[in-house]
């Protein structure tokens, strides 16, 4: 008797070395948010894989005027970067946009870069029709968790000076302003926007030691 195997088995077995194991951390589950109006879901993270480049791309299409391209999520794949999809089974009625083959709704994504003691978030999205729910905080807090598993101190980020809505929920998030990068994105009408340098002070996984 035969068996099929689904197409990505063989990449999600020969996942990075970041990938292994639970993510977030497994020592801290974490508490999807939850409304009346969007009742619970049955979630998962899993590995960015090439595969997903068509529907992550679709959405950082919709979320930003100046999204990131399909090249640079594929470069932080092929760099090893961690790379993490937020994916939920539909709510009864619920129609997947973007399409995906496993017919999930893809509700947001991280990309980050390890350094020395410290994690570097390079991207960090939810679809639009499921921001303003708690997804963002959500894989905030998981990214944190992660990030202590493997012994960092500090959390990096730059976001757009004019984004308040993203600066206020990083605030709440425990991030400080720190410094800030002159014309460091593009505005359109060949203007640039300055970034605001953000960084938290990662408290020690439990065990480990204190930074």
Same mark, same amino acid.
């Given at each position: 008797?035969?068996?099929?195997?689904?197409? &990505?088995?063989?990449? #999600?077995?020969?996942?990075?070395?970041?990938?292994?194991?639970?993510?977030?951390?497994?020592?801290?589950?974490?508490?999807?948010?939850?409304?009346?109006?969007?009742?619970?879901?049955?979630?998962? $993270?899993?590995?960015?894989?090439?595969?997903?480049?068509?529907?992550?791309?679709?959405?950082?299409? !919709?979320?930003?005027?100046?999204?990131?391209?399909?090249?640079? $999520?594929?470069?932080?794949?092929?760099?090893?970067?961690?790379?993490?999809?937020?994916?939920?089974?539909?709510?009864?009625?619920?129609?997947?946009?973007?399409? #995906?083959?496993?017919? #999930?709704?893809?509700?947001?994504?991280?990309?980050?870069?390890?350094?020395?003691?410290?994690?570097?978030?390079?991207?960090?999205?939810?679809?639009?029709?499921?921001?303003?729910? /708690?997804?963002?905080?959500?894989?905030? &807090?998981?990214?944190?968790?992660?990030?202590?598993?493997?012994?960092?101190?500090?959390?990096?980020?730059?976001?757009? !000076?004019?984004?308040?809505?993203?600066?206020?929920?990083?605030?709440?998030?425990? $991030?400080?302003?720190?410094?800030?990068?002159?014309?460091?994105?593009?505005? /359109?009408? $060949?203007? #640039?926007? &300055?970034?605001?340098?953000?960084?938290?002070?990662?408290?020690?996984?439990?065990?480990?030691?204190?930074?």
């Amino acid at each position: 008797m035969s068996t099929s195997t689904p197409a &990505d088995a063989a990449p #999600r077995n020969a996942l990075p070395a970041w990938a292994s194991g639970l993510w977030p951390a497994p020592t801290e589950p974490l508490t999807p948010p939850r409304s009346v109006s969007h009742p619970e879901r049955r979630i998962v $993270f899993e590995p960015m894989l090439e595969s997903d480049l068509d529907s992550v791309h679709a959405v950082e299409s !919709q979320a930003y005027a100046h999204p990131w391209s399909r090249r640079h $999520f594929h470069d932080s794949l092929k760099a090893g970067y961690p790379a993490i999809l937020l994916l939920s089974q539909p709510l009864p009625g619920e129609v997947v946009h973007p399409p #995906r083959a496993d017919g #999930r709704v893809l509700l947001g994504y991280l990309v980050a870069m390890p350094g020395v003691d410290e994690v570097h978030l390079l991207n960090i999205t939810v679809a639009t029709a499921h921001q303003r729910q /708690g997804w963002a905080r959500f894989m905030l &807090d998981a990214l944190g968790l992660w990030s202590r598993g493997q012994g960092a101190q500090w959390l990096w980020l730059e976001v757009r !000076q004019g984004n308040a809505p993203a600066r206020a929920l990083y605030e709440r998030c425990g $991030f400080a302003q720190v410094g800030l990068r002159k014309g460091y994105y593009p505005a /359109g009408h $060949f203007q #640039r926007e &300055d970034a605001v340098v953000m960084s938290l002070r990662l408290a020690p996984a439990a065990g480990g030691p204190t930074p």
